[in-house]
């Protein structure tokens, strides 16, 4: 199976700061990754697809690059809203694998 | 706007079968995957397998020996079950849309394996 590593495991950050979340992948995964929020009590919401798109409805403050093994989403101004954990998950290789979740919180 | 609507009992018992039901409405299920996901509680996602509205089917070989899935096009229902569940199978289930990413979910249930 693929190994998906996310970093940092949790974060506090002030409103208005640039939050930035790491993954990677145990192999070259090409472009084949995504990024989900996950509020609490709530399902997981897709953020960006293939690594660097930005699904229909999410806030332009949301970005995400990288491609291979190293992936980055990004929160250009964080929001009281944007309180959640991030999860990324590749689908290059089945089974589909998800990184352990990044926790933001509101400093 | 897809949508998914998980149902199936919230307490099975150890050893027993997990049964759930994902019903698809606002939406086809016909030519797409199917998926399954589940969270323990304070965990991360760990995707289950997914079945093709033809019936083609791919599994997490962590749980292959105990999974089946099945799909049902006349009613937009396609099903899990989970063989000699124990504790550890105790979470929270989703049911998704899968294209390698995962854009519509079920709201979740929780399936309790407690005597």
């Known amino acids: 199976d693929i190994q998906m590593t996310q970093s940092p495991s949790s974060l506090s950050a002030s409103v208005g700061d640039r939050v930035t979340i790491t993954c990677q992948a145990s192999q070259d995964i090409r472009k084949y990754l995504n990024w989900y929020q996950q509020r609490p009590g709530k399902a997981p919401k897709l953020l960006i697809y293939d690594a660097s798109n930005l699904q229909t409805g999410v806030p332009s403050r949301f970005s995400g690059r990288g491609s291979g093994t190293d992936f980055t989403v990004t929160i250009s101004g964080l929001q009281p809203e944007d309180i959640a954990t991030y999860y990324c998950q590749q689908y290059d290789y089945l089974p589909w694998t998800f990184g352990q979740g990044t926790r933001v919180e509101i400093k | 706007q897809v949508q998914l609507q998980e149902s199936g009992p919230g307490l099975v018992k150890p050893s027993e079968t997990l049964s759930l039901t994902c019903t698809v409405s606002t939406g086809s299920i016909r030519g797409y995957y199917w998926t399954w996901i589940r969270q323990p509680a304070g965990k991360g996602l760990e995707w289950i397998g997914r079945?093709?509205?033809?019936?083609?089917?791919n599994y997490n070989p962590s749980l292959k020996s105990r999974v089946t899935m099945s799909v049902d096009t006349s009613k937009s229902q396609f099903s899990l079950k989970l063989n000699s569940v124990t504790a550890a199978d105790t979470a929270v289930y989703y049911c998704?849309?899968?294209?390698?990413?995962?854009?519509?979910w079920g709201q979740g249930t929780l399936v309790t394996v407690s005597s």
């Open positions: 079945i093709h509205s033809s019936g083609g089917t």
């Open positions: 998704a849309r899968d294209a390698g990413s995962f854009g519509y």
